[in-house]
């Protein structure tokens, strides 16, 4: 397909074997093969993995043959060749690992949701305010998806004009044997807060607002009663800094008929044009997802991102921890996400109990 426009070369690796080390601490939900795929794409080095279950962090190990087994997270801690810990333990565990490592001098690296109240949120911003460390959010779904880095790059090259809208669709399948703090939504922070931090992080950065307040948000648990700690629906409307506003609706709804766990998309209004992404499917085609949908006052265009973009903001986040500058994602642009997320979640109707 012609298209007018030029892309940003792949990412390099941004050092060279054994330059940069992390830790695995925390493997309580599945995003932690991402984050650390991510790292070693950008050259980092996975050296230990801590869990309090022998057997996750054994099978960690044996995925990832570089990472020593550590007898105690403390042993993470103490080992001055790691220069990153990230976890994607229980949600309201990740903030207090995220601050542990702060605290012994390394930087943080959190899975989303990066902490579940208001409380944890005002101490990770006093700590890294204080200690100039970082603590990283691994929003994937925009960080770790070439399709929204791609629309990104659109974008940044005026092909949509300013955007003026952003709304997200977030569902997902519960599937089984979920663990028990899946249900407690003092353990996974409520839907809005967990899976919906994704979407109000990419209604920051689409729009390159630094700021907003949540208008409306609801949650519900409409289909499962047996497990009323569930939210299996959220959704929230959000006016921002610089007058565009953004939507949001998460679901744990995706059928068995879907052949992914769900037909997650964002549509980005902008004032000369619009982008939809189709992220993990195009239902009805044998495109799978990756789908990139752009129609402007130029023409209508498609584009297959995977293999595109690659994942420059791992590359960025092994410099900024290198190098102490901030270029993969600002401090204050990862709280804020996570500060609508939570403020969505804490001011929500409850639609249905």
């Not at 929204?148 to 669709?169: N, T």
């Not at 409409?222 to 610089?242: K, R, S, W």
């Not at 997650?264 to 499917?281: A, M, V």
């Amino acid at each position: 397909m012609n298209h007018p426009y030029t892309f940003d070369p792949l990412p390099q690796p941004a050092v060279g074997p054994g330059e940069f080390a992390f830790a695995a601490v925390g493997l309580d939900h599945g995003h932690i093969f991402g984050m650390t795929e991510g790292l070693i794409g950008a050259g980092a080095t996975v050296t230990m993995v801590y869990d309090a279950d022998p057997e996750k962090a054994a099978a960690f190990a044996e995925r990832y043959p570089t990472a020593r087994v550590a007898s105690s997270e403390q042993e993470v801690l103490d080992d001055p060749d790691v220069r990153l810990v990230a976890t994607a333990a229980i949600p309201s565990e990740r903030a207090p690992i995220g601050l542990r490592a702060i605290e012994a001098g390394k930087d943080a690296f959190a899975d989303k949701a990066p902490m579940t109240t208001l409380e944890q949120l005002k101490a990770v911003r006093e700590a890294t305010a204080r200690t100039g460390r970082k603590y990283a959010v691994y929003y994937g779904e925009r960080i770790h998806n070439e399709s929204a880095i791609l629309a990104g790059q659109l974008i940044e090259r005026g092909a949509i004009g300013r955007v003026v809208q952003v709304v997200c669709f977030g569902p997902h399948r519960i599937g089984g044997g979920r663990p028990d703090w899946f249900y407690d939504p003092a353990q996974y922070g409520g839907i809005l807060c967990d899976i919906g931090s994704h979407n109000f992080e990419q209604m920051l950065y689409f729009t390159g607002a630094a700021d907003g307040r949540v208008s409306t948000a609801t949650v519900a648990n409409y289909a499962h009663p047996e497990t009323p700690g569930l939210q299996d629906f959220g959704d929230a409307h959000v006016v921002l800094d610089n007058g565009a506003t953004g939507y949001v609706r998460v679901d744990w709804f995706t059928p068995d008929g879907l052949d992914v766990f769900g037909d997650g998309r964002t549509l980005l209004l902008g004032t000369d044009g619009y982008i939809e992404l189709r992220k993990y499917t195009d239902i009805g085609t044998d495109n799978g997802g990756g789908q990139v949908f752009l129609v402007n006052q130029e023409g209508q265009y498609r584009f297959n991102a995977n293999g595109m973009t690659g994942f420059p903001y791992f590359t960025r986040l092994v410099r900024d921890c290198i190098d102490r500058t901030e270029t993969a994602m600002t401090q204050d642009h990862a709280l804020k996400a996570a500060e609508l997320s939570l403020r969505a979640q804490g001011d929500a109707v409850v639609l249905a109990p």
